[in-house]
C-alpha cells in the first residue's frame, strides 16, 4: 500500500504554499500598517498626505499615505465617507472583503499547513516503526540453525549445564510434568559477567531439546515510539507460539526491568514497563504443558526489578560465572579445535595464565592468534602469535609481561579469601568452608569464600562474634601479610556485613552487658547512629573483634599461607581441598 510520489509533492507544494501565504498574509495584516487615530486620518486628509484609502464595511480600514507607507484606522462608517476622500483627491479602492475574512482565511491556510506536517511527520513514523518490526523478525528466529548447538559447545559451565539439562526433558515431555502437578519453571535467569556463554547456553538448551530458538535484546525495546515495545514482545510471543514449542531468549533484561527509583512510584506509563508488562503479561499467559521457556541474561541482577523474579516469572536464576583455570582450558581446547596450533603452545601453561579472562575473550585470543598466523603464512599457529594476541585482546593494557599484569591482584585476592576460609574453620570446628574462589562472582567484588554454618534455630553470642570475625577475616589477612598501608576496598562488603552484624547483636538483641537489654531500635528508631555513647560502643567491640580476628591468623600463619598458595594455583578450592590443607597436613607436622 504505498502512496505515489507524485501525490507527496504536490502535499509538500501544498504545504508550502500555505505556509507561505499565511505569512505573507500576517506580515501585510499587521506588520506595515501604522496605526492611527480617526482625527488624525482626518487631518492627514486635510494636508493631502493621503493617497489612498481601501473602503470596505469591517470596523478598521486601511489606505496608503503619499510617502509610500501604510495606516490602519477606524472606519467611520458614515454616507458620505467615500464622498470626503473624493473630493480631497484621494484615491478610493473598494474591497468587497473585510480582514477578519483575510484573518480567518490566513488561520484556515495555517491549519493546513499545520495539519500537512503533522500528516507527514505521523506518516514517517509510522514508516519507521514498520521497518524497526520488519528489523525485529529478522533477528528473532533462529531455526536455520537446524539445531545443530548442544552442551558441548560450551565449555565449563558445568553447573549451569546441569541445571538446564533438566529442562531438556521438560521441553521434550511437558506433559509428563504436568501429569505430577509439577510446576515448571516458565522463565529461567542466566547472570553473570559479559562473554560468559549465556546466549550460548540457551541456544545449546534449544538445540539440544531440538526445538527454535528465538532471541531478542532487552535494549532493542527502548524505543522511541510508545507502545511499540510491548506489541513487538506479543508479536514475539505469537511468531514462537506459532512454532509450537520453542527457546525464547532474551538478552539483557535489564534493559526493560530495571529496579525502579521510588519504591512506591510505578510511572505505569513508562516505555520500559508497558513492555516489561506485555512480558509478564505473556509468559503467564503459557499453560504448564506448552513447552516452551523463556531463558533470559543479564549481566547484573542486582538492578533487576523483583517483579520480575517472583514465582512464575524467571524463578529460576543460574549463575555463569567467570571461568576458572579448568574450564578455560577446556574453552581454549574447544576453540583450537580446527586450529593447526604448533607443538610448543601448551594450553595448560595458556589457561594458567588467563585469569579473569571470559569465555568470549578466550575465544577472541585464538582467533586473532589464528589471524595472525594467516597474516604471516605460518603453517602453524606458534606462541608468538598467542603472545601478540593476548594483548589485542586486553585492549588498552600495556605490554607487561602477562603473566604479572593481573598476579599483584590475585595475590590480594587469594590471602584475603584464604583470610575468610581460614577463620570459619579456625572459629568454630561446626562451620563449613564449602568452596573458595579467587575468580570474581556478580556476587563477591574478588571471588567468595563460602560458610555455611549448621542449621540451628537460634543464634548465639558466641556464633555471632564468630561470624563478625570471619567477615573480617579478609582485610586482616590483607594487613597482616601486605602491611597497614596496602589494605583494599576489597573489604567493602565484608565491612557492611560486619557492622550489621554487631549493631544487630549489641543494639537490638542486648548482648551486650555495658549498652543492657534495651532494644535501642525501640527507643530510639532508625537513628540509633547519632547516639555517640552507642557508636563509641560498637566501635570498641569490633575492634576487639579485630585484633581477636588477626591473633587468629597469626597464630596460623602458615595454613593462611597454604591456602593462598593452593588458590593463586588453582583459582577454586573445594571443601576437600580445603580441609586437606587444614588437617592432613597440621596431623603430619
Ligand atoms: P554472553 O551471552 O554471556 O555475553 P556469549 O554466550 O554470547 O556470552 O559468548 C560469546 C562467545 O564467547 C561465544 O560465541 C563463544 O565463542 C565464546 N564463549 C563464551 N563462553 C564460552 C564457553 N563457556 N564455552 C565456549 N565458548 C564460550
Ligand atoms: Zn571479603
Do not use: W
Amino acid at each position: 500500500m504505498k502512496r505515489p510520489k507524485k501525490f507527496k509533492i504536490l502535499l509538500l507544494i501544498v504545504i508550502s504554499f500555505a505556509i507561505l501565504s499565511s505569512l505573507y498574509l500576517y506580515i501585510n495584516s499587521e506588520k506595515k500598517y501604522e496605526d492611527i487615530s480617526y482625527s488624525e486620518f482626518i487631518s492627514y486628509v486635510k494636508n493631502g498626505k493621503i493617497e489612498r484609502v481601501n473602503l470596505n464595511n469591517s470596523s478598521r480600514i486601511r489606505g496608503k499615505f503619499t510617502t509610500g507607507e501604510f495606516f490602519i484606522t477606524d472606519n467611520p462608517r458614515t454616507e458620505n465617507f467615500k464622498e470626503t476622500l473624493l473630493i480631497n483627491n484621494i484615491k478610493v479602492v473598494e474591497t468587497s472583503g473585510n480582514s477578519t475574512i483575510v484573518q480567518g482565511f490566513t488561520f484556515l491556510l495555517f491549519l493546513v499547513g499545520i495539519g500537512a506536517i503533522a500528516y507527514f511527520i505521523n506518516n514517517n513514523m509510522t514508516k519507521q516503526a514498520q521497518k524497526e518490526m520488519a528489523s525485529m523478525s529478522n533477528v528473532e528466529s533462529n531455526n536455520e540453525n537446524e539445531y545443530t548447538f548442544t552442551f558441548d559447545n560450551v565449555a565449563g559451565n558445568e553447573e549451569a549445564k546441569e541445571s538446564l539439562k533438566e529442562l531438556v526433558d521438560f521441553i521434550d515431555n511437558p506433559e509428563k510434568y504436568s501429569k505430577y502437578g509439577a510446576r515448571i519453571p516458565r522463565g529461567i535467569l542466566l547472570y553473570g559477567p559479559p562473554g560468559t556463554g549465556k546466549t550460548l547456553l540457551a541456544k545449546a538448551l534449544a538445540g539440544e531439546a531440538k526445538v527454535p530458538f528465538f532471541s531478542v535484546t532487552g535494549s532493542d525495546f527502548i524505543q522511541v515510539y510508545a507502545g511499540l515495545g510491548a506489541s513487538r514482545i506479543r508479536s514475539l510471543f505469537k511468531k514462537a507460539r506459532a512454532c509450537g514449542k520453542s527457546v525464547i531468549f532474551i538478552d539483557e533484561i535489564d534493559a526493560l526491568g530495571k529496579k525502579r527509583k521510588g519504591n512506591l512510584s510505578s510511572n505505569g506509563n513508562d516505555e520500559g514497563d508497558r513492555t516489561l508488562n506485555a512480558l509478564l503479561t505473556e509468559m503467564s499467559g503459557f499453560s504448564d504443558s506448552e513447552g516452551t521457556i523463556v531463558v533470559a541474561a543479564t549481566n547484573r541482577v542486582d538492578i533487576l526489578d523483583e517483579a520480575l523474579l517472583r514465582p512464575g516469572r524467571f524463578d529460576r536464576q543460574i549463575e555463569v560465572g567467570l571461568p576458572d583455570v579448568n574450564a578455560r582450558y577446556k574453552i581454549l581446547k574447544l576453540h583450537s579445535k580446527n586450529k593447526p596450533l604448533s607443538e610448543d603452545v601448551n594450553l595448560e601453561k595458556l589457561s594458567q595464565e588467563t585469569s579473569y579472562f571470559s569465555g568470549a575473550m578466550l575465544e577472541n585470543l585464538m582467533n586473532e592468534a589464528a589471524m595472525i598466523a594467516a597474516r604471516n603464512n605460518d603453517s602453524y599457529i606458534n606462541m608468538d602469535h598467542i603472545d601478540k594476541a593476548f594483548f589485542t585482546v586486553l585492549v588498552g593494557e600495556e605490554k607487561k609481561d602477562r603473566s604479572s599484569i593481573l598476579m599483584k591482584d590475585k595475590k590480594i585476592t587469594a590471602y584475603h579469601e584464604a583470610g575468610h576460609a581460614l577463620v570459619a574453620k579456625k572459629v568454630s570446628m561446626d562451620n563449613r568452608v564449602t568452596k573458595v574462589s579467587i575468580i570474581p562472582s556478580t556476587k563477591g567484588m574478588g571471588g567468595f569464600s563460602m560458610n555455611i554454618p549448621p542449621d540451628k534455630m537460634y543464634q548465639t553470642k558466641k556464633d555471632i562474634r564468630n561470624n563478625i570475625m570471619i567477615a573480617l577475616g579478609g582485610r586482616a589477612a590483607e594487613e597482616i601479610i601486605f602491611g597497614a598501608e596496602n589494605i583494599t576496598t576489597g573489604a567493602y562488603n565484608d565491612l557492611q556485613k560486619a557492622t550489621d552484624m554487631i549493631v544487630k547483636m549489641m543494639g537490638i538483641y542486648g548482648m551486650d552487658k555495658e549498652l543492657g537489654l534495651l532494644n535501642y531500635e525501640v527507643v530510639l528508631g532508625q537513628n540509633m547512629g547519632s547516639n555517640s555513647i552507642i557508636i563509641d560502643r560498637l566501635k570498641n567491640q569490633i575492634d576487639e573483634l579485630y585484633e581477636e580476628t588477626k591473633e587468629l591468623i597469626i597464630k596460623n600463619k602458615s595454613f593462611l599461607n597454604q591456602i593462598a598458595m593452593n588458590l593463586l594455583d588453582k583459582e577454586v578450592l573445594n571443601e576437600v581441598e580445603i580441609n586437606d590443607i587444614l588437617f592432613r597436613k597440621c596431623s603430619i607436622a
